[in-house]
């Protein structure tokens, strides 16, 4: 999910063929362990079957990280997510209070819920 432009209101919700295993661009990288067999198919079909494709950001233009969050509560209800990966969640979860810029420490920034539309 991203946001588009600066004035856009509506998450953009793309499926890219990717020929690497892990970004290169990452700011803050969240690892959790996922549940052996799992496929890119199973968590698109996953985010296509629950709505989670059309979301509008918050008011402020935010909520991408709020987007993130409901997706990872959502592999971990279907069983997407290791058992062992508990702890690999929860430091996820306060991982994205945190707004992250290049070569900047973290800023504390409440995450603002959108809507699924």
Not at 3 to 32: F, N, V, W
Not at 50 to 63: H, Q
Not at 95 to 115: H, M, W
Request: some cysteine.
């Amino acid at each position: 999910m991203t946001k588009a432009g600066p004035t856009d209101t509506m998450g953009t919700y793309a499926e890219t063929r990717c020929e690497y295993e892990s970004s290169h661009s990452s700011l803050h990288p969240i690892d959790i362990p996922a549940v052996t067999g799992l496929t890119v198919d199973h968590v698109t079909r996953l985010i296509l079957t629950i709505g989670r494709r059309n979301y509008r950001l918050a008011p402020s233009g935010v909520g991408c990280r709020f987007w993130v969050k409901t997706i990872i509560e959502d592999l971990e209800g279907a069983g997407y997510i290791h058992p062992n990966g508990k702890d690999a969640i929860m430091q996820a979860y306060k991982d994205l209070q945190y707004n992250y810029s290049r070569d900047k420490s973290p800023e504390f920034e409440a995450i603002v819920p959108g809507a699924f539309v």
